[in-house]
């Protein structure tokens, strides 16, 4: 391609920059483009995750009405987190926490409200791929305190219609450290629409609500936009393949439109879909966590509470796929 063009920049490209107005005044962003079709923007001040993101043009990701909001306007007590919930692709939920509050943790933790720091950007062959990658360290630490770190990693790469995501949480204290964390993957129109379909190997599903309990009959089957809508969520219990990566793909027939996620179940064994057929609040989350969401005192009891020893790393790998 040297012959071709003067700087690869020409034909994919990572551009940071710096949002200026309305409640996201001041985020840090990188906009990815892989020069195939595939547009993403790693919200760099939002726990590097990943806000719009589009494949050939087609949207995938839902947007609440919230918009992208700075984490200085973050409001952790209690269920206002989601006054700075954006949604967008990929939401992070951890560190010490996912799920319900508790009376020291709000809901879903502190990991999206918190900015990256040594953020890098590199764009490079390798193994004959042009991949675009951004990384940064997200940590989650308080004086007599948890000393979390994580490192992440988002790339794609030049002809591929996919994001590979991978972190590694190290515990930096000096004593073992609870360990939460939770994928909040959201799908939304055009993708999702009535005729839209989930489906994975799974094993098992149980409803995490009576109001889910109702609903599984249709726990893969969307519905139109349906007002006064109570939201439903479902464990699935999702087989690994070979490869140890377990996958759910929501499928569009309608529109010949697909995006799959594939994550490493060992260290992810848990999968939730969040199931909201709402109107104006249309989303479908596909979520893979080490936990279940019921706060971190009930996890603890139960045994699933993941501990890190000090200097101990986990490593997490997730890749989303389009198909547009």
């Known amino acids: 391609m040297k012959k071709y063009v003067g700087s690869m920049d020409q034909l994919a490209f990572v551009r940071t920059s710096v949002l200026d107005d309305g409640r996201g005044r001041g985020i840090r962003i990188a906009d990815v483009n892989n020069g195939s079709g595939l547009r993403f923007t790693v919200l760099l001040d939002r726990g590097m995750d990943i806000g719009d993101a589009a494949c050939k043009g087609l949207s995938f990701a839902y947007q609440t009405p919230v918009g992208t909001v700075h984490s200085s306007h973050y ?3 209690g269920l206002r987190w989601l006054r700075s919930f954006g949604c967008g692709l990929l939401t992070g ?23 990256a720091e040594n953020v890098s950007i590199s764009k490079d062959w390798l193994d004959g791929k042009y991949v675009l990658s951004v990384s940064g360290t997200v940590r989650e630490v308080s004086f007599f305190g948890e000393n979390l770190e994580l490192r992440r990693t988002i790339s794609t790469a030049m002809g591929e219609n996919s994001i590979c995501v991978s972190d590694a949480i190290t515990n930096r204290g000096v004593r073992p450290a609870p360990m939460m964390i939770l994928y909040h993957i959201n799908a939304g129109f055009p993708l999702l629409d009535e005729s839209a379909v989930l489906e994975g190997r799974v094993r ?11 609903g ?3 726990w893969n089957q969307c519905q ?36 799959e996620i594939a994550y490493r179940k060992a260290e992810l064994p848990y999968f939730t879909q969040w199931k909201m057929m709402g109107e104006q609040e249309y989303v479908m989350g596909l979520e893979p966590s080490n936990g279940l969401l019921d ?8 045994g699933r509470l993941r501990m890190l020893k000090p200097e101990e790393t986990e490593t997490c790998r997730l890749t989303i796929s389009f198909r547009p």
């Open 204 to 214: 098992e599903t149980t409803p995490r609500t009576e109001d889910a309990a109702d």
């Open 224 to 259: 139109p936009p349906t007002a006064g809508y109570a939201e439903q969520c479902f464990y699935h219990d999702v087989e690994a393949d070979a490869d140890g990566m377990a996958r759910m793909t929501l499928r569009n027939p309608s529109g010949g439109t697909a995006m």
């Open 93 to 115: 939920c951890g560190l010490s926490n996912i799920g319900v509050p508790d009376g020291e943790h709000g809901l879903h933790g502190r990991l999206s409200n918190t900015p």
């Open 75 to 77: 409001e952790p007590e």
């Open 295 to 302: 706060g971190r005192g009930i996890e603890e009891a139960s």
């Open 216 to 218: 599984i009959g249709q």
